[in-house]
C-alpha cells in the first residue's frame, strides 16, 4: 500500500467511510485531479497544486475527502523585497512576508444547513516593510506591510436570504474585503490602490481592513443580476488606543480581541454591472461611510488658539462624528479577439472626500490602466500602471503655517501621490512573480524629514519584487 492511499484511507476512516470505501474513492481522486475538478479534489483553480504530483496536491487525499463535506483549506505564502534606491528617508533595503491558512466550509454539505458558510483566514506575518523606516510615506508601498504577529484575521459565518436575494455575513469582517474595491486596482502593490489612502489615513486605527478585522455584520441584497446593494455595521475600533500611541497593531496583535464596546462604523455601497464600450464589461459603485465616534479638528483648540501654537492649552476641538463619500468605476475597453472573458485591456477609478477640520486627508483619487494576456508567448501575464494621489486637508495645512508663524520651521504639508509599473509573471498556476517600481511623490504628505526637520522629504524611487505561491 502507498503512502498516498494510506493517507485516503485514514482520511476516509476518520470520517466514518469503509477502507473499501475509501479505496475507491482514491480512484476517483486521481480522476479528478487530472480533470482538475476543483469541486471534487477540494483545489483551487488557482493553485500550484493543480500542477503538482496527486499525493501532494491532494495533502494525500486529505483535500478531496473534505471537499465532499464541502470543506476547503488553503495555504498561500507572500514574500517581497523592495529596494529605496532614492530620496525617502533613508536608503535601503526590507523583506517582508505572510504566509496565509484559510478555511472554508459550505455548511448544507457539512451539517444540512441550507444556504450558510463559514469562512476563516489567519496569517503569519513577519519581515518589516520598508515604508515607514526608509520611504516616509502615509500610502504604504506594500499592501501586506504589517507588524509581524502571527493573527487571526476574518471569521465569519454567512446566510443566504430565501429566494437567493443577498445574504447576510456576521462575525470578525474586514470592510477591505467588500467595500471600495476595484477588480483592475488588484494587480498594483501599494496599499493605497486596496484600502485607499482616505480610510486608511482618517479611520481611527486604519479602520477595520488589513490587518485589523473587527466584529460586524454586513447585509448584501441582489435584486437583480446587476445590482447589488451593501451596507454594513462594523465596531468602529479594531485595536484600542493607548496612552503612549502605541502601535495599534500591537494592541491586538493576535486578532483575538473581538472588541464591540466601541462607536460603530457604518458603510454602505450599491453596484451596478452594465456594458459599456461596444459591450464591454463595466461596474460603477458608489458609497459612503460615517463613524459615530469622536474626532479631533486638526487645526483649532477648545481655547480658541490654533493647536501647537505659542499658548495654546493644546486641547483640540472634539467633533462628533466623521464621515465620506466615494465613487469606483472598472471598465474593460478592449477584450483580445478569441481570449477569456478577462484577457485584454481595463482601466479603473476611484474618488473620494472627507471634511477638511477633522481629517488629514480631504480628497483621494486614483486611476489606473491594466493589460492581460496581450503577450502570445505569455498568455496568463499582466502588467499595468496606476497613480494615487491624497489631499493633505486645508486645516492640516493651516495648522503648519500656524506654527511657521510661530517661529517652528517646518515645510507646508500639500499632498502624497504614487505612481506605480507593475508586471506579475505566472510562472505556473498559482504561482506568480512580479516586478514593481513605485516613484513616491511628496512622502507623508510633504512632512518633515526626521534627519532635518526644517526640510520635507525627498520623493522616493522605489524598486521591488514580489513571490506569490498559492497552494
Avoid at 364 to 389: E, T
Avoid at 435 to 453: A, K, M, R, W
Amino acid at each position: 500500500m502507498t503512502i498516498r492511499l494510506a493517507c485516503v484511507l485514514a482520511a476516509g476512516t476518520a470520517l466514518g467511510f469503509s477502507p473499501a470505501y475509501a479505496a475507491d474513492l482514491k480512484s476517483k481522486i486521481v480522476k479528478a485531479v487530472e480533470a482538475k475538478d476543483a469541486a471534487a479534489t477540494g483545489i483551487p483553480e488557482e493553485s500550484i497544486a493543480t500542477w503538482l504530483p496527486e499525493g501532494m496536491a491532494t495533502a494525500g487525499g486529505l483535500r478531496p475527502a473534505l471537499a465532499r463535506h464541502g470543506v476547503t483549506f488553503q495555504l498561500n505564502y507572500t514574500g517581497e523585497a523592495f529596494s529605496n534606491a532614492s530620496g525617502g528617508i533613508k536608503r535601503g533595503s526590507a523583506y517582508d512576508g505572510r504566509l496565509e491558512a484559510v478555511l472554508d466550509a459550505d455548511l448544507e454539505k457539512l451539517m444540512g444547513w441550507t444556504g450558510g458558510t463559514f469562512h476563516m483566514n489567519a496569517f503569519q506575518i513577519h519581515g518589516r516593510g520598508i515604508s515607514g523606516d526608509y520611504v516616509g510615506s502615509s500610502l504604504a508601498v506594500s499592501n501586506i506591510e504589517a507588524t509581524p504577529a502571527t493573527r487571526l484575521f476574518e471569521l465569519w459565518f454567512e446566510q443566504k436570504l430565501p429566494g437567493d436575494i443577498g445574504s447576510v455575513r456576521a462575525g470578525q469582517l474586514a470592510a477591505d474585503s467588500e467595500f471600495i474595491t476595484s477588480e483592475y486596482a488588484g494587480l498594483f502593490l501599494n496599499g493605497t490602490f486596496g484600502w485607499p489612502g482616505i480610510a486608511a489615513d482618517n479611520l481611527i486605527n486604519g479602520g477595520p481592513a488589513y490587518p485589523l478585522a473587527t466584529p460586524g455584520v454586513r447585509l448584501m441584497l441582489q435584486p437583480n443580476e446587476s445590482t447589488a446593494l451593501l451596507l454594513a455595521v462594523f465596531n468602529g475600533d479594531p485595536a484600542g488606543r493607548s496612552a503612549d500611541e502605541e502601535d495599534p497593531q500591537k494592541l491586538n496583535r493576535h486578532g483575538v480581541n473581538f472588541r464591540t464596546h466601541d462607536d460603530p462604523f457604518i458603510i454602505g455601497e450599491a453596484q451596478f454591472k452594465y456594458a459599456g464600450f461596444s459591450g464591454l464589461p463595466g461596474m460603477v459603485k458608489v458609497g459612503g461611510w460615517i463613524h459615530t465616534g469622536d474626532f479631533d479638528d486638526r487645526r483649532w483648540g477648545s481655547d480658541g488658539l490654533a493647536l501647537g501654537i505659542t499658548g495654546s492649552n493644546g486641547e483640540p476641538v472634539v467633533h462628533k462624528n466623521n464621515y465620506a463619500g466615494y465613487a469606483v468605476i472598472d471598465q474593460q475597453i478592449w477584450h483580445l479577439p478569441g481570449g477569456e472573458p478577462d484577457k485584454g485591456i481595463g482601466v479603473f477609478a476611484r474618488i473620494g472626500g472627507s471634511p477638511s477640520d477633522r481629517n488629514r486627508v480631504d480628497f483621494y483619487a486614483d486611476a489606473g490602466m491594466n493589460f492581460k494576456g496581450l503577450i502570445a508567448a505569455r498568455p496568463d501575464d499582466s502588467f499595468g500602471v496606476a497613480f494615487g494621489y491624497a489631499n493633505i486637508s486645508s486645516s492640516a495645512r493651516d495648522l503648519a503655517r500656524d506654527l511657521v508663524n510661530d517661529g517652528q520651521a517646518q515645510p507646508i504639508p500639500d499632498y502624497e501621490a504614487v505612481i506605480e509599473l507593475t508586471y506579475q509573471a505566472q510562472i505556473a498556476p498559482g504561482w506568480t512573480i512580479q516586478p514593481n517600481f513605485q516613484y513616491i511623490f511628496h512622502p507623508g504628505g510633504n512632512v518633515s524629514d526626521p534627519n532635518d526637520e526644517a526640510v520635507p522629504i525627498r520623493n522616493a524611487a522605489v524598486f521591488g519584487v514580489r513571490n506569490q505561491i498559492k497552494y
